[in-house]
């Protein structure tokens, strides 16, 4: 089944402990992305990648890192957590291209940072 | 960025009655307008997308409408239903640009 996939789904981490959530599609897609979802600002795109080795900043990216070593694998970085980055985050995938086509989104991984 | 503002935030319909919801845009350039729906507690998904050279898209129950001049687009949707329920996004994509930028969504509660 073509899907995105991301891990852990839910997770209570404390400030400055360091954290990694995965995300992963099978789709041979070649552009990957990530949001984040706060009430009220909906969908804000924290970092993007156009494939393998080349990524770029979003909208928000300040307390975030990613690296896309791989074709499927595009990892979600925070190295040191705070509580203003408790949210819900979408990591979403793309066929090819800059963003004008269909977004495959990954069922979500709720994050709080106490 | 560019800067999408969607409206309205809210929307309660009665089941059967038409809904719309709008977004305006700033950057003339811009080529792509996806609509997304996200059920509670689900991931988003396309629903409806339009592109620069169209008009007016239609599948089935639900129409996007999109007037260039006046930077704003459209979602229709027609003899709604509960399970039409749902947060609904607006997106566009820059021209020049390498990503999707989204409204800030529209609750829509279809009331029996």
């Known amino acids: 089944e073509a899907q995105v996939t991301q891990n852990p789904r839910y997770l209570i981490t404390v400030t400055g402990k360091k954290l990694t959530v995965t995300c992963s599609q099978n789709?041979?897609?070649?552009?990957m992305s990530w949001y984040r979802q706060d009430p009220g600002l909906g969908l804000r795109q924290i970092y993007y990648?156009?494939?393998?080795?080349?990524?770029d900043k979003g909208d928000v990216p300040e307390g975030y890192k990613v690296s896309r070593k791989e074709k499927r694998n595009f990892p979600l970085i925070l190295e040191s957590p705070s509580p203003n980055q408790t949210s819900l985050y979408f990591c979403?995938?793309?066929?090819?291209?800059?963003?004008?086509?269909?977004?495959?989104f990954g069922p979500g991984t709720r994050l709080t940072v106490l | 960025g560019e800067n999408v503002e969607q409206h309205p935030s809210t929307l309660s319909v009665q089941e059967g009655d038409s809904a719309v919801i709008k977004c305006t845009y700033s950057?003339?350039?811009?080529?792509?307008f996806p609509w997304y729906k996200q059920e509670l507690g689900k991931r988003p998904q396309l629903i409806i997308d339009?592109?620069?050279?169209?008009g007016e898209k239609k599948d089935q129950r639900i129409a996007v409408t999109l007037n260039k001049t006046a930077k704003h687009f459209s979602l229709h949707i027609t003899e709604t239903q509960p399970e039409d329920s749902a947060v609904y996004f607006c997106a566009l994509h820059p021209g020049g640009g390498n990503k999707l930028t989204f409204g800030t969504g529209t609750q829509l509660k279809v009331e029996l």
């Open positions: 339009i592109r620069s050279n169209v």
């Open positions: 990648s156009m494939n393998v080795e080349v990524t």
């Open positions: 789709m041979n897609h070649e552009y």
């Open positions: 979403a995938s793309m066929l090819a291209g800059g963003g004008a086509d269909t977004q495959y």
């Open positions: 950057d003339s350039a811009s080529n792509y």
